[in-house]
């Protein structure tokens, strides 16, 4: 196989959304801190505004992924204000921490930003699996990010949660990688169900590794951009050699991923 070193269309070519400006999804709800916000609710003496609204919808649109449907702003808003009606001081404590989060996104590096959406959902997905054991139902905001970015496994005893587009950002490095030699990566769904069936026996470190993967797409991505034409040739004919005789490209991905840490550390 030809090893491709010029120029031609790589994913590198498209920003990453958490790389964008904004740090959320492209289409997501816009965030004006200047603009007035009016009161959509009040009750015991205690005010909800939609400003306020707003900032929860993005946040759910950056756990989700993806800017939502107008039906889903409309029902999480909704579920929201009635939950602000019923227990007013219970609802704007579980807001506050939400938007104030949602305003330092803009102010984090693109690494930073996975970072954090990486913890918030470990947290809030582990927060409901407490709540449905309870017997309760998932929160108004959960509820709308399962329908898009639903968990996929979860092991309570590390803490760990692998949700679905950890799965895509798996398979979009080896788009990435693989694609520096000209080589195509094997279908999403056929990579997906094999490495979720390889988490039955995987260790921690490993597990950990793939629940991680958007961070570590970002980490590939920043540090093949800073590489030379030099380096990236020669980056490339290594990957089609590894390719070429691996029973298994995803440790040659792998394996590339953790040199871009280690530049970059």
Avoid: C
């Amino acid at each position: 196989m030809t090893v491709q070193t010029g120029h031609h269309p790589s994913p590198l070519d498209t920003e990453h959304w958490l790389e964008g400006p904004t740090g959320f999804p492209a289409g997501g709800v816009v965030l004006d801190p200047a603009e007035p916000s009016e009161v959509v609710a009040t009750s015991r003496g205690l005010t909800l505004t939609r400003r306020q609204l707003d900032e929860v919808i993005a946040f759910t649109e950056f756990l989700a992924g993806r800017a939502l449907p107008g039906e889903d702003r409309l029902e999480l808003a909704a579920d929201l204000t009635d939950a602000f009606d019923d227990t007013p001081k219970a609802a704007l404590k579980f807001l506050r921490p939400l938007t104030a989060g949602v305003r330092r996104v803009g102010s984090l590096d693109p690494l930073r930003r996975a970072q954090r959406r990486l913890q918030a959902l470990t947290t809030t997905y582990v927060v409901e699996q407490r709540r449905q054991s309870d017997g309760d139902e998932l929160s108004p905001v959960m509820t709308v990010v399962s329908r898009y970015n639903p968990v996929v496994r979860q092991w309570a005893a590390s803490g760990i949660v692998l949700v679905a587009d950890a799965l895509t950002a798996r398979w979009e490095q080896h788009r990435l990688v693989l694609g520096l030699a000209g080589r195509e990566p094997e279908p999403f769904d056929q990579l997906a169900r094999r490495l979720v069936a390889r988490t039955d026996r995987a260790g921690k470190l490993e597990v950990a590794e793939l629940a991680a993967a958007e961070f570590r797409l970002l980490v590939v991505r920043r540090y093949l951009r800073d590489l030379g034409r030099t380096a990236t040739g020669e980056l490339a004919a290594e990957i089609d050699r590894a390719a070429a005789s691996a029973l298994d490209v995803d440790i040659v991905v792998q394996q590339v991923g953790h040199r871009a840490a280690l530049a970059l550390s």
